[in-house]
């Protein structure tokens, strides 16, 4: 170790993400513990947002997630990038700054630009899949990360979307969506196993939900909270209830006034 040159170490803590620093910066040799924790120090991460409220109408920028201000591609493009990374991408029909909008062309553009600092993102997040924006943006989402959160309700994001990560997705960990019914999903069933998976379901605890968990086979539904209408609520209101054997991990967790989850963990 203490023939490795400065610069290979550098270079080395140039390529890890923020959390893989943690290790090294405790080393007990003090130029890689001091070179891991400059870089700690200097490391910035930043969040992606391609955002879509209307036809024809986009933004495009970089923020970091503690803070409110906002880069353009073209401010990023000019900013010294050497400890900054893009960790997270988000794409959203949600209108997110208050600036001009741009086009669909110019969008695309400028997304395109970012690629070349999307190659060690940590979570995609979709909050929406309209299908020409889906095909046009595929870039974005087609990204290897250890968490995705599809947040859409249309049958054809988790047809394509969650299909393709689920098949080429290496780095996938955990997954989060809505609560799915097991037979849209079950081909990924096998995937999920062979990857080990997390898949973590939202939903609100009524009568509505109920067919949809019957179809995950919980081997619980005697033990589901009491409702019989979508205006009452649930009796008792909080709760939790676990199946597990040697290959699989399934725990229902509701709350009334919140959100609810069914949370699937292969082994």
């Known amino acids: 170790m203490d023939d490795v040159p400065f610069l290979f170490v550098n270079a080395v803590f140039h390529c890890l993400n923020s959390e893989s620093l943690s290790a090294p910066r405790l080393l007990a040799h003090p130029l890689w513990s001091s070179v891991a924790e400059e870089h700690h120090q200097k490391r910035k991460d930043y969040a ?152 973590k379901m939202r939903f609100a605890i009524n009568p509505n939900s109920f067919p949809y968990l019957r179809t995950w086979h919980a081997h619980w539904e005697e033990e589901y909270p009491l409702v019989t209408d979508v205006y009452e609520s649930a009796e008792p209101n909080r709760g939790s209830v676990l199946y597990e054997d040697e290959h699989i991990r399934k725990e229902l967790e509701w709350t009334a006034s919140a959100s609810s989850f069914l949370t699937i963990t292969w082994k």
Not at 131 to 153: E, G, I, M, Q, S
Not at 170 to 183: A, E, Q
């Open 48 to 199: 992606f947002w391609l955002c879509n409220p209307g036809t024809d109408k986009y933004h495009v920028f970089v923020v970091k997630p503690d803070e409110r201000q906002y880069l353009t591609p073209e401010e990023w493009s000019r900013r010294n990038k050497t400890y900054l990374r893009v960790r997270k991408i988000f794409i959203t029909s949600m209108d997110r700054i208050n600036a001009p909008f741009i086009t669909l062309k110019e969008a695309l553009q400028y997304s395109l630009g970012m690629v070349p600092y999307l190659n060690n993102v940590d979570k995609v997040t979709t909050f929406y899949f309209e299908r020409d924006a889906n095909n046009v943006f595929d870039f974005l989402w087609k990204r290897p990360c250890h968490t995705f959160y599809c947040k859409c309700y249309q049958m054809y994001a988790y047809s394509s979307v969650l299909k393709w990560h689920f098949e080429n997705n290496d780095s996938l960990k955990y997954v989060r969506t809505p609560l799915l019914y097991y037979n849209d999903v079950r081909d990924l069933i096998p995937l999920g196993a062979e990857k080990r998976l997390t898949w």
